[in-house]
């Protein structure tokens, strides 16, 4: 378990962290990839493989280049080949429409224009590196469609990013009892414990 505070690590960051030794030397080749994260205020727990021994463990954040972000979504682009709905994408084949909305107080322009989106029609691709704000879209735009009724699939790479997209729409109670069914192990305790989430019976194998 790690205590969070004073540190700036986003939901985004948390596939490049690494448990190591105390010294910064070989990290990457001697450190273990963290598998599984789960943030609880600002206590963070994280799990590494059982032969994991490192007699004085410390947690590590792999530092990027400014670039890096922009180069793997070049380079993974690249590497779709021949997939159509991508393609379509990139060359503006399909698309859709925005919601004349009104924009949320405090969104700065691109993410007015990211909200209007999920709220509109058809297909759009928003795309934004860490801290800009899609976490707090996301918030706001599920929690306006469920009040206006409408039916809001989330899903994610991993469960807490689920889980703190959620934590806005549970706080906010513009729900019903069952409106919000969460699939998959919550790891934040607020969304885990609200009984107006309704969570899948775990059957043991």
Not at 17 to 38: C, H, M, N, Q, Y
Not at 148 to 165: E, H, P, W, Y
Request: hydrophobic share 40%.
């Amino acid at each position: 378990m790690v205590d969070l505070r004073g540190s700036d690590i986003g939901p985004e960051q948390l596939d490049s962290l690494r448990l190591a030794g105390p010294d910064d030397d070989g990290i990457e080749t001697k450190g273990f990839a963290v598998s599984e994260t789960a943030q609880n205020g600002s206590l963070l727990t994280v799990r590494v493989p059982d032969f994991t021994e490192i007699a004085d463990p410390h947690l590590w954040m792999l530092k990027q280049p400014p670039t890096f972000l922009i180069e793997a979504l070049r380079d993974g682009i690249a590497g779709l080949g021949e997939h159509p709905l991508a393609t379509a994408l990139a060359t503006a084949a399909i698309g859709g429409s925005s919601a004349h909305a009104v924009d949320p107080p405090g969104f700065h322009p691109a993410q007015a224009d990211a909200y209007r989106a999920c709220l509109g029609e058809g297909v759009h691709l928003v795309w934004g590196p860490p801290g800009t704000g899609k976490t707090t879209v996301l918030k706001r735009a599920i929690g306006d469609l469920i009040a206006q009724g409408r039916r809001v699939l989330l899903v994610s790479a991993t469960n807490i990013a689920v889980d703190n997209a959620l934590l806005g729409v549970v706080r906010e109670k513009r729900h019903g009892s069952g409106d919000i069914v969460r699939v998959g192990p919550p790891h934040l305790r607020e969304v885990a414990e609200d009984p107006s989430v309704s969570l899948p019976l775990m059957v043991p194998g």
